[in-house]
């Protein structure tokens, strides 16, 4: 059942808008370059937090991650495909992924940023299990820049777009109907 108070207590705020920006974006200038923007379009969604500081710490976590788990992927796929060179699934995924996830958790506290895990978990097995032998590389290396690049579109319009500038920017678009008061402390921001 809806809460009627969470109802009434909805609303589109500003963190809201740069999400959606941000990913649009991301996807405009994938699509002009004729490229699929599912990646990117993550990246910018993982990458849009209230201000700046927490774009780079969420936006950070998913690249950091993805980077990770890529750089890691592909050097434990190598070794897999050096006694599979066909891959196909096989005994060994299973040590290599054991060892993988280790690693990434290693690193992850190595460079003291440990929101790197659940993204570096997934690249490392979307690698493992689900990449044909002759597109592993070219795969890892594009989703990372995909990622980096919905980042730092996000981080871009977390900087360029920041609450006051937005509300004012609302306010204007809407023909003074946006209130930035109405909303001071939404849960959303």
């Known amino acids: 059942m809806i809460n009627r108070q969470r109802l009434r207590e909805l609303h589109i705020g500003m963190r809201n808008v740069k999400t959606a920006s941000a990913a649009t974006l991301c996807a405009l200038v994938?699509?002009?370059?004729?490229?699929n923007p599912t990646f990117a379009c993550i990246g910018a969604v993982f990458g849009t937090g209230k201000d700046v500081a927490h774009s780079w710490l969420n936006g950070g976590n998913r690249l950091f991650g993805t980077i990770i788990g890529g750089f890691l992927g592909m050097g434990l796929f190598r070794i897999y495909i050096?006694?599979?060179?066909?891959?196909?699934?096989?005994?060994?995924?299973?040590?290599?992924?054991?060892v993988g996830i280790i690693v990434l958790i290693l690193a992850s506290q190595l460079f003291n940023w440990p929101?790197?895990?659940?993204?570096?978990?997934?690249?490392?097995?979307?690698?493992?299990?689900?990449?044909?032998?002759?597109?592993?590389?070219?795969y890892s290396l594009a989703?990372?820049?995909?990622?980096?690049?919905?980042?730092?579109?996000?981080?871009?319009?977390?900087?360029?777009?920041?609450?006051?500038?937005?509300?004012?920017?609302?306010?204007?678009?809407?023909?003074?109907?946006?209130?930035?008061?109405?909303?001071?402390?939404?849960?959303?921001?």
């Open 30 to 35: 994938y699509l002009l370059m004729d490229r």
């Open 82 to 98: 050096i006694f599979y060179p066909d891959g196909g699934m096989h005994a060994l995924m299973l040590p290599l992924l054991f």
């Open 115 to 138: 929101g790197a895990i659940h993204p570096g978990g997934v690249m490392l097995c979307i690698l493992l299990f689900n990449q044909p032998v002759d597109s592993y590389v070219s």
């Open 143 to 189: 989703r990372m820049l995909d990622t980096g690049f919905g980042v730092v579109v996000a981080i871009l319009i977390n900087v360029l777009l920041p609450r006051e500038r937005l509300q004012k920017i609302l306010h204007v678009l809407s023909g003074g109907r946006y209130k930035p008061e109405e909303h001071p402390g939404a849960v959303s921001e």
